[in-house]
């Protein structure tokens, strides 16, 4: 479909989708069955920092995690069923892998987990490679910040990525649940975009779907229009921002939600607009200040730069100071008594990850014959609430923070992802006296980020 032709129907279809959110909303609540309830008024805050492309196995090779019983591999099979050891890499690398929808198939293989090797790697020239770059470990030194918070808060390990595939269609599922142009469609987009994000994009964009029995069959204008939960916390009332780095990045996920978005031409080019937008704060930076000035909203999506971000080829090693800088200025403040912050990753990055995802309740409809989660990536759950130095065993995806905001905030399910996920409680208990906060030790304190006038940047565009 066209941007012109989907401009046209796109306020039928939000108008179909609004009915649809209230007629699943009447008489119940969220029916996740294994969730326990949020007690009210213990959490008034809940913050989400989203980072970039690591699994468990890469990114938290932490002795002290694996000896809680943390499921840490340091090994891992390749398509010939030959057994590699994971050697220690930098957190900064030059090198890339893929990890579209195509690159988790390949990894897949059906289960087996054994496909990494056969991923394409991206070596920019005058850049020697290492032989088998997917089956590797980010070396200690490089996440020291990472590892305090694993080891004082709850770890997660077994938070799956809801989609199989990268950032966009990620960005999308942690605001909405679903990755669906509509509330009705039984297709989700699969990949990044093919040109710009959003529906401010250039019509000649295009994101590939993917339909109920697993295939890539068709392409559409990337911009959709379904409810999702930002709108519940409008409709209650709710405080939200979404800190990002740029307006039109795959991982602003706003971008791509026609009423979210309302695009206009604006000095010459189409740009997003509207009062909703006006809670999408570029740049991401301005989350430090608003903590500081007792402006944190009660919801709070975190987006890094391309400078702060874990991603391979762009990344510095600045994430884990970067996420450090945010916990530290909720912890030493007034917010730490009643806040929960969510860190997890948007996708696996191409990485290797021995865990093979479940498969996600099989409707037919919604999520297609045979679907799976996407793979691993790391969780930490850090709040005065969360169980301390916990390894959760549970399995989460990204609809279980869905899940958690809609608890907490008392709002109703979207019935997408977040209906079909826990809500995170296995990482909290509100009975045991609140942690105190002991600050996270960093190469860079909060004062770097406010200061750095560098340009904020798109962590990459896969």
Sequence with gaps: MGRSAYLCVSALLFSASILLLNLNA?????????????????????????????????????????????????????????????????????????????????MYDGGKMDGANRIPVSCPPGTTCPPYPHYQYVQASDVGSYYQLAEQYTFGDRMF?????????????????????????????????DGQAGCAASPSSFVTMIGPMGNESSTMYPCFEHPTLTDELDAKGVSWRYYAPNAGSIWTGPNAIMHMCQPQTQNGRLACSGATWDKVIIPGTQVLTDIANSQLPQVSWIIPAGQYSDHPSVATDTGPSWVASIVN??????????????????????????????????????????????????????????????????????????????????????????????????????????????????????????????????????
Aim: hydrophobic share 35%; aromatic share 10%.
């Design 329 to 462: 200025a909720i912890g030493n403040s007034s917010y730490w008594s009643n806040t929960a912050i969510i860190i997890t990753w948007d996708d696996w990055g191409g990485w290797y990850d021995h865990v093979p995802p479940p498969k996600v309740i099989d409707d037919g409809t919604s999520w297609g014959s045979g679907y799976v989660y996407g793979f691993r990536v790391p969780l930490i759950v850090v709040s005065p609430y969360a169980k301390a130095q916990y390894i959760s065993h549970v399995t989460h995806d990204f609809g279980s923070i869905l899940n958690l905001i809609e608890q907490t905030f008392g709002l109703p399910s979207l019935n997408y992802a977040d209906a079909r996920a826990d809500n995170l409680a296995d990482c909290l208990n509100f009975d045991q006296p609140p942690l105190h906060f002991q600050t996270i030790s960093a190469p860079l304190s909060a004062e770097h980020f406010l200061n750095d006038k560098t340009p904020p940047t798109d962590p990459d565009t896969d």
């Design 26 to 106: 009447c008489g119940s609540g969220n029916p996740s069955s294994s969730s326990a309830l949020i007690p009210p008024g213990k959490l008034q805050h809940i913050v989400v920092i989203f980072q970039e492309n690591r699994t468990p196995d890469n990114l938290f090779h932490d002795p002290i995690l694996m000896q809680r019983g943390a499921d840490i591999a340091s090994s891992g099979l390749d398509s010939s069923g030959n057994t590699l050891q994971l050697t220690p890499t930098p957190l900064a690398v030059p090198y890339d892998m893929s990890h579209s929808h195509a690159a988790f198939v390949v």
């Design 161 to 193: 990525q809801t989609n199989e595939g990268p950032s966009f269609p990620a960005h999308q599922f942690i605001i909405s649940g679903t990755s669906a142009p509509t509330a009705t469609s039984n297709l989700f987009a699969a990949d990044n975009p």
